[in-house]
């Protein structure tokens, strides 16, 4: 079975905060795929990374990096200081034989 | 350039209707999906499909049907609606079923009362 837990229901912080969201994942399988979605106010998922189980390199994208660790089973999203603009819900998902994901954290960043 | 597009955007059933949801992507994807989103479970897999003329279940099949006659369309039925179905849905399109990203439509408010 797969599943994601993602702890932190609500997260809110002030403009130029970092901030840490945490996914931590289980599966069997050696070979999975690890993604994060943001959903905004709008609605939409907008996809924002993908990440496979035989690449442990992190990944930075301006603001946003990503810490992907298997020995805990965690693909944590960093933002550096935050934006209002990044206020959304955003979501893990683990990718097997299908896509499943996590509950999501809100975050709010005030400013 | 759509990507993926779900109609209607909202609406709303008393127990006991019947609709359909419609699903288009214009992406040549093969795999298409339908999740629901509800408060503090994230989006759970309904039923998805891997090319035209197959669909699959996924976690929370029950009480919804589903078809893909043409390879760009994935529709989303409901024959009997429970207020246990209002929930936002999504459908999703992918390349492929596992390792690409899925790209997702806006999203159908329903409500069943």
């Known amino acids: 079975a797969q599943k994601v837990t993602q702890a932190q229901t609500e997260i809110s912080v002030v403009e130029k905060e970092d901030v840490t969201l945490d996914c931590v994942y289980e599966t069997r399988d050696t070979t999975y795929y690890l993604f994060w979605y943001k959903q905004p106010p709008s609605g939409e998922l907008v996809f924002l990374i993908r990440?496979?189980?035989?690449?442990?390199q992190n990944e930075i994208s301006g603001r946003y990096s990503w810490n992907f660790q298997k020995s805990t089973s965690s693909f944590n999203f960093t933002i550096t200081a935050s934006q209002v603009v990044d206020s959304a819900v955003y979501f893990c998902?683990?990718?097997?034989?299908?896509?499943?994901f996590g509950a999501g954290t809100r975050l709010t960043v005030k400013p | 350039n759509a990507g993926v597009t779900q109609t209607p955007k909202f609406r709303v059933l008393k127990t006991g209707q019947s609709m359909t949801l419609l699903c288009a992507q214009d992406?040549?994807?093969?795999?298409m999906y339908w999740y629901r989103q509800d408060p503090g479970m994230g989006l759970r897999l309904i039923h998805y499909?891997?090319?035209?003329?197959?669909?699959a279940k996924g976690e929370v099949p029950d009480g919804y049907n589903v078809s893909r006659l043409k390879k760009q369309n994935f529709l989303l039925g409901l024959e009997s609606a429970a207020p246990s179905q209002t929930s936002v849905y999504f459908c999703?399109?992918?390349?492929?079923?596992?390792?690409?990203?899925?790209?997702f439509g806006q999203g159908t408010r329903l409500t069943v009362v």
């Open positions: 999703a399109s992918s390349y492929n079923r596992v390792n690409t990203e899925a790209f």
């Open positions: 998902a683990l990718s097997v034989a299908d896509m499943r």
């Open positions: 499909s891997v090319g035209e003329g197959t669909t």
């Open positions: 990440r496979n189980s035989f690449d442990e």
């Open positions: 992406m040549n994807h093969e795999y």
